[in-house]
């Protein structure tokens, strides 16, 4: 899957090791990078398991249309779909076996 950052400061983090371990610490940047190479692996959404360690899953409420995946309690890789527009079901929801590039938009905790 493509993979592309939010912002500047992102992808000047997350493309150096050293500046992913000074911002998020050790721990945190090992799972950081395991989820990008699990991205990366993927050629479509669907394809990031739902179950751990990745677990991904789409947002609710404010954060609709964003899905995560976990970097260890309680973080989260935050990303979007990098389509316009989005590929929909016939159902409206987000069809995942059309989306194949993404936006790294955070790395939080929103609980």
């Known amino acids: 899957m493509e993979i592309r950052f939010g912002t500047v400061r992102l992808a000047r983090i997350f493309n150096s090791e050293r500046n992913l ?23 479509k959404l669907s394809q990031v398991s739902t179950a751990p360690p990745e677990r991904r899953h789409q ?23 990098d389509h316009d527009p989005i590929p929909r079901r016939p159902d409206g929801g ?16 929103y609980h």
């Open 21 to 43: 371990t000074r911002e998020y610490g050790l721990r945190r940047a090992r799972a950081i990078r395991a989820r990008l190479l699990a991205l990366e692996a993927a050629e």
């Open 59 to 81: 947002l609710t409420q404010n954060r609709d249309e964003q899905y995560s995946v976990d970097i260890g309690q309680p973080y989260r890789l935050v990303f979007v779909p």
């Open 94 to 109: 987000i069809d995942t076996d059309l989306v194949n590039a993404i936006v790294i938009t955070a790395v939080i905790d």
